[in-house]
């Protein structure tokens, strides 16, 4: 009831008229493009130039607005009257701004009004008639150890790196090219360092470790493709050259399943219900005539 009652703080002044105008389509347009024969014959509460507004109207625009069923019977007397001066500014606006409709724009507005009824349908249709959306523990168990990334695992790798602290130029990077790929790879890095620095390359040395699914994504690619002991082939990176040699990779577990259970329940209900949606769909389709009349575009 408290949500309720600051629900109803909203619907003042020139926020009353956009709430309303957004949601009137809902409340408004179903009486006139009811099919002949079915009218509203709830209570009228309100005329507008000789327009009713009914107590279905009321409860339907209650309904849209605060997303609760039945809502107007825990609405206060002055509450809902509060709702249907809005309703009423609202109708005012429609009226006003049907006076300059020509025939085109009055079917563009039903056209709308058929499409958004549709659409309230179908989801209503789906909701009261799906009810095998649910997530069982196999479907947990079988998201689990697909994607054990999204839960912690990764792998932790160890690699010493050489490097320079400025950029170089064409000539000296191919002079580095020229004097590496004369080295052996499977040497102590300290050791190639010493080899190329006798060749006139003062390279920097530095040892880290890096987890997968960082974003230095160039030395993740390259750490990777080296198997613990192996010096990769020189690259470059933002102008300067670099050379590492991956020492250890370990692999590190995921959450356990207890642990993240839940959150993939949660995951997994879209992708469920879309499931159970096109099953729906598809004995639907089973048991209809359905006809193109236009071409594959």
């Known amino acids: 009831m408290l949500t309720m009652v600051k629900n109803i703080k909203l619907f003042t002044g020139l926020q009353v008229l956009l709430l309303m105008a957004s949601t009137q389509l809902a409340c408004t347009q179903s009486s006139s493009t009811q099919p002949a024969g079915i009218s509203d014959s709830s209570k009228i509460l309100a005329t507008v ?9 009321l409860a339907a625009n ?6 609760k069923k039945q809502a107007t019977s825990q609405l206060k007397p002055a509450q ?4 249907l001066e809005s309703m009423v500014m609202s109708r005012l606006i429609k009226q006003q701004a049907e006076q300059a409709f020509d025939q085109a724009k009055k ?5 709308k009004a058929r499409a958004y009824k549709e659409k309230i349908i179908v989801n209503d249709y789906l909701k009261a008639s799906i009810t095998s959306a649910s997530v069982n523990n196999e479907m947990i168990a079988q998201y689990y150890s697909q994607h054990p990334e999204k839960f912690g695992a990764a792998q932790r790798m160890e690699y010493e790196l050489l490097s320079t602290t400025k950029k170089l130029d064409e000539t000296a990077r191919n002079k580095l090219l020229t004097a590496y790929g004369a080295l052996d790879k499977t040497a102590a890095i ?4 010493k080899r190329l620095a006798e060749k006139a390359f003062a390279l920097n040395y530095q040892r880290s470790h890096l987890r997968t699914g ?18 990769s082939a020189l690259f470059i990176q933002q102008g300067r050259p670099y050379i590492v040699k991956l020492l250890e990779r370990t692999r590190i577990a995921p959450q356990p399943l207890s642990a993240v259970q839940a959150e993939i329940r949660k995951m997994l209900v879209p992708v469920a219900l879309k499931k159970a949606i096109e099953q729906q769909t598809r004995t639907l389709k089973e048991n209809a005539k359905i006809e193109y009349l236009i071409d594959n575009e």
């Open 190 to 193: 300290n050791d190639i360092r």
């Open 107 to 111: 079917r563009s507005y039903e056209q």
């Open 80 to 83: 809902r009257r509060k709702i």
């Open 214 to 231: 960082t974003v230095n994504t160039e030395l993740e690619k390259t750490l990777a493709s080296l198997q613990p002991g192996e010096a």
């Open 62 to 67: 209650v309904e849209t607005l605060m997303g």
């Open 49 to 57: 130039n000789g327009e009713p507004i009914t107590e279905n109207q």
